[in-house]
């Protein structure tokens, strides 16, 4: 044979093991897309009980009756689960599912806690779902659930507290796992579930779960993250770090007491405008934080985290245009490239009180609660300091308690730090194989739901996750594989979930646990 036609023997019999390669890929994700387009109403109806049960971080009753929910579901479908337990603490949904031959083993992180909830916000009751047709402020109206055999239109959301955040990748992996074990599809590797209760409250027992069992999950190659939300553009997007978060409260100080304005108004110290002096000090206009050193640790992203970033959908005009805004800081900068940098914003400010309850008074004190989020580089301590000697740059005497009578005689501005600890960010290497052999299975299952080239790579998302115990007390990478539609108001009230952002994770998982050897 011929250089020539030896070359092109090879060259299609490549070809045809890579064809065949894909639609052995794809069977499994047939087969996970038909029981989906079978079952519509009737998942829709498990999401919906789902919900329905109460899961807020710090209500340990509430915890633990939805973790049982969640290992019984698991068992059904085949799946080795039970709770893993220390005292006192939200228990972990640990499964396992060994595949006979599986030469590398997923681990699948998911938290089911949820945010607190304050009920007069919601339009309805957060843990009683509520179907619309479309999102409430787009013109969508109630309706009910459907029926089994009625149709489900894609662009139906789903409100209640915890939709997007974090239940709807469970009611994704429930069905997937039913339709493999129903027609005896296997996954490709070996899959380790391992659930948080308290994500939420700062997973403040992770690592702790981790060391205690760590023969468990010793065996895990990857971590995969099912949380956080779809790109701005609502492309679906797969991100390889977090930033960290700290937060920290400054209280100043006035009068002992609260003073009536028109007796000492114009002599007293004011203390709402004291503290609003001191955080305009920590920003200029353009959202530049000011505090000496504050960028200086951000370590710096690297050549393929720099090729993710200029490869990202430039969206940002439109994103403006959604949320009302002209302007952005740090602008011509892109959103992308703002979360490569570390943030401090004003979370709240109270003083006193506002509308109905506003007093003829000066409040003796103002309290500000700043929230921090780290990138990889910053240290939680270090930064805290850094808000510190700020402070005290700008005149103040710095406490963690309130002052006595001593100290307020002696020093004219006296400022209250608590807080501070959080956690640090992390990055896995976008070179790491493992990782991209994830990207590659996740952007199958991108073009099937949406089309070629729908797939965002990103060095990393705004938000912040416990990937720092995976990381380092497992000592494995971690990356996210998000799919809650960008406008799910995580965190918030009317949280929902668009009904396609559901069907679009089923066709991801599917497409996941079966990842064919060869990228590996």
């Not at 698991?74 to 039970?82: D, F, P, S, T």
């Not at 599912?97 to 938290?111: C, E, F, Q, S």
């Amino acid at each position: 044979m011929t250089g020539r036609l030896k070359f092109i023997f090879i060259s299609l019999t490549l070809g045809l093991l890579v064809a065949n390669s894909r639609i052995d890929a794809q069977l499994p994700q047939a087969i996970a897309r038909t029981f989906r387009e079978n079952n519509e109403a009737t998942i829709l109806a498990d999401f919906r009980e789902f919900l329905s049960y109460p899961n807020r971080a710090r209500n340990l009753e509430d915890i633990e009756e939805v973790a049982s929910y969640i290992r019984d579901e698991l068992i059904q479908v085949g799946v080795n689960a039970e709770l893993l337990r220390i005292d006192g603490v939200p228990p972990i949904v640990y499964g396992k599912i060994v595949v006979p031959g599986a030469t590398r083993t997923l681990g699948i992180y998911v938290h089911y806690d949820g945010q607190a909830v304050d009920p007069n916000n919601w339009t309805h009751a957060p843990f009683e779902p509520t179907l619309y047709t479309a999102a409430m402020d787009a013109g969508g109206t109630r309706r009910p659930f459907p029926e089994p055999g009625d149709e489900v239109d894609p662009e139906w959301r789903i409100y209640a507290r915890s939709a997007g955040d974090d239940k709807a990748p469970i009611a994704a992996l429930i069905p997937v796992l039913e339709s493999f074990r129903d027609s005896r599809v296997m996954p490709t590797s070996n899959l380790v579930f391992f659930f948080d209760g308290e994500e939420e409250a700062g997973s403040r027992h992770l690592g702790e779960y981790m060391q205690r069992w760590n023969d468990r999950i010793e065996d895990v190659d990857i971590w995969l993250f099912f949380d956080g939300p779809a790109h701005a553009s609502g492309r679906p997007q797969v991100l390889f770090g977090v930033r960290g978060s700290m937060g920290m409260e400054v209280t100043v100080y006035g009068a002992t007491r609260n003073l009536h304005s028109g007796h000492y108004g114009n002599w007293a110290p004011d203390t709402g405008n004291i503290l609003a002096t001191l955080l305009a000090s920590m920003k200029d206009d353009g959202g530049r934080v000011r505090i000496d050193g504050w960028y200086d640790t951000a370590e710096p992203i690297g050549t393929e985290e720099l090729a993710a970033l200029q490869g990202m959908p430039d969206w940002d005009e439109q994103l403006k245009e959604e949320l009302g805004l002209v302007w952005t800081e740090g602008q011509p900068e892109k959103l992308p490239e703002r979360l490569m940098v570390p943030a401090l914003n004003v979370r709240g400010i109270t003083s006193g009180n506002t509308g109905a309850l506003a007093r003829n008074v000066i409040p003796n004190t103002a309290v500000a609660s700043l929230g921090i989020r780290l990138v990889k580089g910053n240290e939680p301590e270090h930064m805290k300091n850094l808000v510190v000697s700020h402070i005290e740059k700008m005149g103040f005497h710095v406490v963690s308690e309130d002052p006595d009578m001593s100290l307020r005689l002696k020093y004219p501005r006296i400022a209250k730090v608590t807080g501070g600890g959080g956690s640090a960010a992390f990055r896995t290497s976008m070179a790491n194989p493992f990782a991209q052999s994830v990207v590659a299975a996740a952007r199958l299952a991108a073009e099937q739901a949406f089309g070629e080239g729908a797939l965002v790579v990103a060095p990393g998302m705004g938000g912040t996750l416990p990937l720092r115990s995976f990381i380092e007390v497992a000592g494995k990478p971690a990356i996210i594989v998000p799919v809650a539609n960008h406008d799910n108001n995580q965190h918030a009230p009317d949280e929902n979930l668009r009904i396609a952002n559901l069907w679009y994770a089923i066709d991801l998982y599917a497409s996941l646990l079966t990842m064919p050897s060869a990228l590996f």
